[in-house]
């Protein structure tokens, strides 16, 4: 017989002492390594609660810092196994751990310990897994007061990983029942968006998201869209988008353009109202092509391939901290059958994370749009936003889960972009 959701969440009880999580301790049982369980600091990492030299002292918080999410927010099981299993096989995982998810639950849980301002739009239900939901973005210092609680089932994702491959798969359940636009009233629609400065959609709850990014577009709000595949009503949101950040596959899966460089000259011209889009690509760093507010029409066209060749001969391939390089600016950038525009190409590298250092890959992709929404309300250039968001990423890989590895405001390992 197969079990409920919450059936699953009162069976999947351990042993009495060698589990402990914050999000879940109002249950009678929970499920993080005991070496986690702390007191009142729970949250803040030995590099926060010690003292740091002035070098390392971050600056004053940008004064635009208000940032608005709207998608997911779930919870994720991570099993970590020896090697992923074959069709019927019967394996052993090596650890368990049970913590918040979701892409935007994910990447504004990264903007508040940046020091950032942090409000969620999203849905869960009254049952046990959306109460640790809520008690754990409160105790990251998110904003909970426009979530939508109800009764029902909250979503929840399980997730392998992969000890000998490094990868992540998720299997994911949505929340019953989904989200709905009437279930979020315009008075919290408006409170939410009261003084912010950017506003995040990962594409999920569309319909809401769509009522939400409308209003934010009427105010002015610039829009950030994380677009990791093609979804129901994302075209939508990105004809309101200021910003997008998207996987390495999404440009040409959205587009049909033949290569990566091609697509994004074409997502910036079906795009008008777009200022940049950058590409992930995992440990071969990013893209950025970014729209000029100059026009370079009379500039003799370069083609977009060839500049990206040019750019990638110029990255230091023996640097194992984050680095970009940037072609010139008020290019006229042109891709063979598309059109041109004008702008630059930056290309990003990722930092190179020693195997024994690198744990888990999950909400990488969070943990860098976290970052780049910190740098658009610091104003940023995206010479250094760049490194600064896979330098924030490689933090979240060191550790099982989307947040655990999650870098405060005050880390070390941030310090040379607080310069």
């Given amino acids: 017989m197969a079990l409920k959701p919450m059936t699953f969440f009162q069976f999947m009880q351990p042993s009495s002492s060698s589990y402990s999580s914050h999000c879940f301790n109002s249950t009678p049982f929970s499920l993080r390594p005991s070496n986690l369980k702390l007191s009142s600091s729970q949250f803040i990492p030995r590099a926060e609660m010690e003292s740091t030299s002035s070098s390392q002292i971050p600056p004053p918080l940008p004064e635009k810092r208000v940032v608005v999410g ?23 995982s090596l ?11 994910n990447a504004l849980t990264g903007v508040s310990r940046l020091g950032l301002t942090a409000r969620i739009i999203s849905k869960v239900a009254n049952d046990t897994p959306g109460r640790g939901i809520l008690k754990e973005f409160e105790a990251d210092g998110v904003d909970t007061s426009h979530m939508v609680v109800s009764e029902g089932i909250s979503p929840f994702t399980y997730i392998i990983v992969d000890n000998q491959t490094k990868t992540r798969t998720c299997i994911h359940t949505p929340g019953n029942p989904p989200m709905v636009p009437e279930e979020l009233s315009q008075s919290s629609l408006f409170s939410a968006l009261e003084n912010a400065n950017l506003v995040y959609f990962d594409g999920r709850l569309h319909d809401t998201a769509l009522v939400v990014a409308e209003e934010a577009s009427q105010r002015k709000i610039p829009i950030l869209i994380d677009c990791e595949r093609k979804r129901e009503g994302l075209d939508e949101l990105l004809n309101l988008a200021t910003y997008v950040v998207c996987s390495e596959k999404f440009p040409r899966a959205w587009t049909s353009a033949p290569t990566l460089g091609s697509a994004l000259v074409s997502m910036l011209i079906r795009l008008p109202n777009l200022k940049f889009v950058i590409t992930t690509m995992g440990d071969k760093g990013s893209l950025m092509l970014e729209k ?14 060839t500049l990206l060749e040019s750019l ?37 590298t990722a930092e190179k994370i020693p195997p024994p250092e690198l744990i888990d890959t999950t909400g990488a992709g969070d943990a860098f749009i976290a970052a780049v929404l910190y740098a658009l309300c610091a104003e940023m250039p995206p010479e250094k936003m ?7 990423a490689a933090a979240g890989c060191r550790a099982l889960g989307a947040r ?16």
């Fill in 95 to 105: 650890s368990l751990k049970v913590e918040g998810g979701g892409n935007t639950g």
């Fill in 312 to 348: 990638q001969e110029r990255v230091d391939s023996t640097a194992t901290i984050p680095t970009c390089v940037s072609s010139k600016s008020d290019l006229r950038i042109s891709a063979d059958g598309i059109g041109g525009i004008s702008g630059r190409l930056l290309a990003g």
């Fill in 386 to 392: 760049l490194p600064f968001a896979s330098q924030v």
């Fill in 404 to 419: 655990s590895g999650l870098p405060w405001r005050k880390d070390p390992r941030l310090a040379p972009f607080w310069l």
């Fill in 70 to 92: 709207c998608g997911a927010a779930s919870v994720d099981f991570l099993a970590t196994v020896a090697s992923y299993p074959n069709p019927d096989d019967k394996i052993r």
């Fill in 292 to 305: 000029s507010q100059n026009d370079a029409s009379e500039i003799e066209e370069t083609d977009v391939e």
